[in-house]
């Protein structure tokens, strides 16, 4: 359901390319990666799932901190969720989000 109504939104915007989508048996966060995007649109409020993107939907706000293999410098991801208000029934509402989101990184 949600693929089809994220398509329908998305369909007329020229700046949008979705590239994959994924299947009850897999976890999107690694699709997402292997399909190059820069975006994964998913459902939230699931309270089961064994995805690692369901266990940054579901979890409290997390960090990562990850050493180099060398030991010599580290890098840190901060995943923090962040309410964005639209209005789904309209289109360019919708296109219009998720470019501000795209924008701040």
């Known amino acids: ?3 089809a109504i994220v398509d329908d ?3 007329r ?6 590239v994959g989508s994924s299947q009850a048996d897999e976890d999107p966060l ?8 820069d975006m994964l649109i998913t ?3 699931s309270d089961t799932g064994t995805t690692c993107l369901h266990a940054i939907l579901c979890g409290p706000p997390i960090s990562i ?3 180099a293999a060398d030991g010599l ?5 901060s995943l923090v ?12 509402t919708f296109a219009d989000a998720i470019r501000r989101v795209a924008g701040e990184h």
């Open 73 to 77: 410098d580290a890098s840190a991801i």
């Open 65 to 67: 901190f990850a050493i």
């Open 9 to 11: 939104l998305l369909a």
């Open 81 to 92: 969720r962040k309410e964005i208000t639209f209005d789904p029934a309209k289109q360019a």
């Open 1 to 3: 359901m949600l693929r």
């Open 43 to 45: 459902e939230d409020g």
């Open 13 to 18: 915007e020229s700046d949008f390319v979705v």
């Open 30 to 37: 690694l699709g997402a990666r292997e399909s190059q995007a």
